[in-house]
């Protein structure tokens, strides 16, 4: 049973352009949740997905950062004309329905880094 | 508003010494959820142990242990003969039971073993 899997692990962007990490959950999972970790610091809650649902974005930035969780494929985090202070690592964490699971666990992902130039 | 507090920014202590990690939490749940995560070097997020706010047992796994007192709002973990490899950053987290369920981490505290 594969892990959550992120894509890229490394991403290089220049200021200005899009950055999109992608996330895919563990199999049977249908809950996703991105964190950010900014450089010396601990890992902040952005967003809680369900399938085609935000159900918490009290974490994301106002401005140029969406979420989606389609019905198929993978999560998408999506930031648009980063700037420098967008450079991070980006943490994906799936977890199963409630009902499933006596107790929830979330399992994170490898994270992807984003350089922004 | 739930908070979680690592006071100890960066800890050094050489190969074979025990050490100690403290976390100090904030909820006003009394259903919650206590977590451990490594940090490596290399950058993953390793789960270590989570912790159910109505099971107050300290727990032990190898070399590890941890320390939950409710009535302090501590969740102090301890590495005995620590190792070079135990060298990371380590993050406490909280969450609660019910709910959106994200998790709340502390700042971290990063581990130095020195050989």
């Known amino acids: 049973n594969a892990g959550v899997m992120q894509n890229p692990r490394h991403l290089v962007r220049r200021r200005g352009q899009e950055a999109r990490l992608r996330c895919s959950p563990m199999k049977g999972h249908s809950h996703v949740y991105w964190y950010r970790q900014l450089p010396e610091e601990g890992l902040k809650f952005m967003v809680y997905l369900q399938k085609e649902n935000i159900i918490d974005e009290s974490g994301m930035p106002k401005e140029r950062f969406s979420a989606e969780f389609p019905k198929e494929g993978p999560s998408i985090l999506r930031i648009q004309q980063v700037v420098r202070g967008d450079s991070a690592a980006y943490f994906c964490?799936?977890?199963?329905?409630?009902?499933?699971?006596?107790?929830?666990?979330?399992?994170f992902g490898p994270g992807t880094r984003l350089t922004v130039l | 508003a739930q908070k979680v507090t690592q006071a100890q920014t960066e800890i050094s202590v050489v190969e074979k010494e025990d050490v100690t990690l403290d976390c100090v939490y904030e909820t006003r749940d009394t259903t919650y959820y206590l977590f451990w995560y490594k940090q490596p070097p290399s950058g993953e997020l390793v789960f270590l142990i989570r912790?159910?706010?109505?099971?107050?047992q300290n727990e032990i796994s190898g070399r590890y242990s941890w320390n939950f007192q409710k009535s302090t709002s501590s969740f102090n973990f301890t590495i005995t003969a620590s190792q070079v490899v135990d060298s990371a950053v380590y993050f406490c987290?909280?969450?609660?039971?019910?709910?959106?369920?994200?998790?709340?981490f502390g700042k971290g505290t990063r581990l130095h073993i020195l050989p």
């Open positions: 964490a799936s977890s199963p329905p409630r009902f499933l699971a006596g107790v929830y666990e979330q399992f």
């Open positions: 987290a909280l969450s609660e039971a019910i709910g959106d369920d994200k998790i709340i």
């Open positions: 912790r159910n706010s109505f099971d107050e």
